[in-house]
């Protein structure tokens, strides 16, 4: 999750807001990334499909089976389905968010029944440090 973080701030310093994604596979880091939806102009950039795209490059495959996610912030939907199209192992994420969460929040995609895998989840995993870069980042934002 230090890692992830890393990417989270340097998405804060590049505008985004500051969330950062890594894979890890047998203990290796196969994959890393910040938020890049402005950068790139895409609505899709979030860190996770980021990371989802780079790792799955590098393993030159479309599935991930075995390897873990560590994740700045809860997922929204769109990240949680990519998560189980990537038939990852682990989830590991830091603040919860309530308003567009998807895991533990909102819809809750992995206990949906359409849902055909749900990785192990946990959360919390630095999530104070993870809550203040996040709250820190939108209150410098609003007046």
């Known amino acids: 999750m230090e890692m992830a973080l890393t990417e989270a701030e340097a998405a804060a310093e590049r505008g985004e807001p500051p969330v950062g994604a890594v894979v890890v596979l047998k203990g290796e880091v196969v994959a ?11 609505p899709t950039a979030h860190a996770e499909i980021l990371v989802l795209r780079q790792a799955c490059r590098t393993l030159n495959t479309h599935r991930l089976d075995g390897a873990d996610l560590h ?44 849902c055909h895998h749900r990785p192990e989840v946990y959360g919390g995993i630095l999530e104070i440090r993870c809550s203040e870069l996040l709250k820190g980042f939108f209150s410098a934002r609003r007046p």
């Not at 038939?87 to 929040?105: H, S, T």
């Open 71 to 114: 994740v700045t912030l809860e997922p929204c939907p769109m990240c949680a389905g990519a998560i189980a199209e990537a038939r990852i192992r682990r989830l590991y994420y830091g603040a919860e968010d309530p308003k567009g969460g998807a895991v533990d929040n909102g819809v809750r995609l992995f206990d949906q029944p359409t």
């Open 32 to 42: 890393a990334a910040g938020n890049r939806v402005r950068e790139n102009a895409d």
